[in-house]
């Protein structure tokens, strides 16, 4: 890694952009920062273009090597310039393009080559150069075209054509999430495929999830995190589609994770299932990494579902976990994130969202509107069995409960009255 952090790895990774994307999702949400949805949308093109196949299914990731002009198989040689190439391609343009992507020694990386690093918004820039915005974001537009037009040309990066499944949820939660934040219908539309990918592709009749996909064969028995990321990507779509299929089909993937892979000694979930070969030691996958450790995505998990469900039992589970991992918590909490947000869960309110009536849908989109990540959303535009939407459905009406450990206040029609409760 260079001194500055400029330089990035580039291999593209699966897992990474699905997490970007939910996080980019989240902090648009938070601050109307238009640069954040940009990233959005260009990341999800990028992975519609690159990293989907027909079934809607995710590949893994593209190599960061590639073969350089000479044929020399060579680091981001597919992504980055030189300084005559770049002057050739945009011709009187190349000194505005060499200011915002600093051509210079900011952008210099090695060999010659130069890597595209913004140091100044859009709005920063175009007053330095005394240019408006409308010309400027054409220029844009003209350079991307001019430059995606000659990379194409070279060799591209080996592809990682396989699909696993818990990267594949990973992003399919990316896709939820933007779309609960941007309501385009094409997030949903393809989140709803993967979704179903995984369904008819990845679960078999007796409830176990298979780990892999690659040229239309499933293999190897499920990991942990397999389970706990789909659970959670079916939670989400469950809370933004109202289908309670996802949220069965999540609840159902619980119960057999505890059937399969929870440990009644150390009261946490092994990484691999009772039913694999026997190994000498099964692990415990419960410290952070570059994906949130599955322990700690399946307790969040079911504290979800318990709301849901009324579900005593995952409730307890979840309590349990969390007073497992506190004392490696407060010795090193960088490493444990993920348990510190569930953690809030308990240390502060934590609110149900039950909303019934035949505009159900939308109030959710209304509400998805305001940042209030201390919430679970419940709702059907009719009678439910759900814990959460018994007797709350009259006719003619959508009425929205606001409740909190059960206790619901009065409830409301507007949604703007809802979100007051949630901020109180």
């Not at 849908?361 to 959303?377: A, G, M, R």
Request: charged share 25%; proline share 2%.
């Amino acid at each position: 890694m260079d001194a500055k952090w400029h330089v990035p790895h580039f291999e593209k990774m699966l897992y990474d952009n699905a997490q970007l994307v939910s996080l980019y999702a989240d902090a648009y949400l938070l601050t109307k920062n238009e640069l954040y949805k940009e990233v959005i949308t260009k990341t999800l093109a990028f992975v519609k273009s690159n990293l989907t196949n027909s079934e809607g299914a995710f590949y893994s990731s593209l190599d960061a090597d590639s073969n350089n002009a000479s044929g020399t198989l060579e680091e981001g040689a597919f992504y980055v310039w030189k300084k005559e190439e770049l002057q050739k391609l945009l011709k009187e343009d190349f000194q505005l393009f060499s200011n915002y992507y600093n051509i210079n020694v900011d952008g210099y990386w090695e060999h010659d080559n130069y890597v595209l690093i913004r140091k100044e918004s859009d709005a920063s820039f175009i007053k330095t150069h005394n240019i408006t915005m409308e010309e400027f974001l054409q220029k844009k537009n003209t350079w991307k075209e001019i430059l995606l037009t000659e990379r194409n040309k070279r060799d591209k990066p080996r592809l990682d054509d396989k699909s696993l499944t818990s990267w594949n949820a990973l992003m399919l939660k990316g896709y939820i999430d933007a779309y609960r934040v941007l309501g385009d219908k094409e997030y949903i539309d393809v989140a709803k495929k993967n979704a179903n990918f995984i369904l008819n592709k990845q679960l078999e009749a007796d409830g176990r999830l298979f780990h892999n996909y690659k040229n239309g064969k499933s293999t190897i028995n499920g990991y942990l995190e397999d389970y706990a990321a789909t659970i959670e990507a079916f939670i989400a779509l469950y809370e933004v589609t109202l289908n309670e299929k996802w949220l069965n089909t999540a609840r159902d993937l619980a119960n057999y994770s505890l059937d399969h892979f929870f440990d009644d000694q150390s009261k946490m979930f092994f990484f691999t299932s009772n039913l694999d070969a026997s190994l000498v030691s099964r692990s415990i996958e419960y410290r952070e990494n570059v994906i949130p450790a599955s322990n700690s995505i399946m307790a969040k998990n079911l504290f979800k579902l318990s709301q849901y469900f009324d579900n005593i039992h995952f409730y307890k589970t979840v309590s349990t976990m969390l007073n497992n991992v506190k004392p490696e918590m407060q010795e090193y909490a960088s490493g444990f994130s993920n348990w510190l947000d569930l953690m809030l869960n308990f240390t502060m309110p934590f609110y149900e969202v039950a909303i019934a009536g035949e505009d159900t849908s939308q109030k959710v989109k209304e509400l998805n509107q305001t940042y209030l990540p201390n919430k679970l959303i419940a709702g059907s535009e009719t009678k439910s069995k759900l814990p959460l939407l018994q007797n709350r459905f009259i006719k003619d009406k959508t009425m929205i409960y606001v409740c909190l450990n059960k206790a619901c206040k009065l409830a409301v029609s507007k949604t703007e009255d809802a979100i007051q409760l949630l901020k109180e």
